[in-house]
């Protein structure tokens, strides 16, 4: 269990992946805010899709004045 709180000003970003196209599908809903289980093959991408989905919240949250708290439970 790995949990992140990130205040404002203070997300860095070094990003260096890129998604598959159904790897995009599976972050969607949880990119929007809503609460998302994703459940897909081994070897699949998921930790990628939760690293993307991390990632947008937090470029998200360095914009704002509100507290983020992101779990990422594997």
Same mark, same amino acid.
Do not use: M, P
């Given at each position: 269990? %790995?949990? %992140? /709180? #990130?205040?404002? =000003? !203070?997300?860095?970003?070094?990003?260096?992946?890129?998604?598959?196209?159904? !790897?995009?599908?599976?972050?969607? =809903?949880?990119?929007?805010?809503?609460?998302? %289980? %994703?459940? @897909?093959? $081994?070897? @699949?991408?998921?930790?990628?899709?939760?690293? &993307? /989905? /991390? &990632?947008? *919240?937090? @470029? !998200?949250?360095?914009? @704002?004045? *509100? $507290?983020?708290?992101?779990?990422? #439970?594997?």
């Amino acid at each position: 269990l %790995i949990s %992140i /709180i #990130i205040f404002r =000003n !203070q997300a860095t970003k070094q990003r260096t992946f890129k998604l598959r196209l159904y !790897q995009v599908e599976l972050a969607e =809903n949880a990119v929007l805010g809503r609460n998302t %289980i %994703i459940c @897909s093959e $081994t070897g @699949s991408g998921k930790t990628w899709v939760a690293l &993307d /989905i /991390i &990632d947008k *919240h937090l @470029s !998200q949250a360095a914009l @704002s004045t *509100h $507290t983020l708290v992101i779990t990422f #439970i594997y």
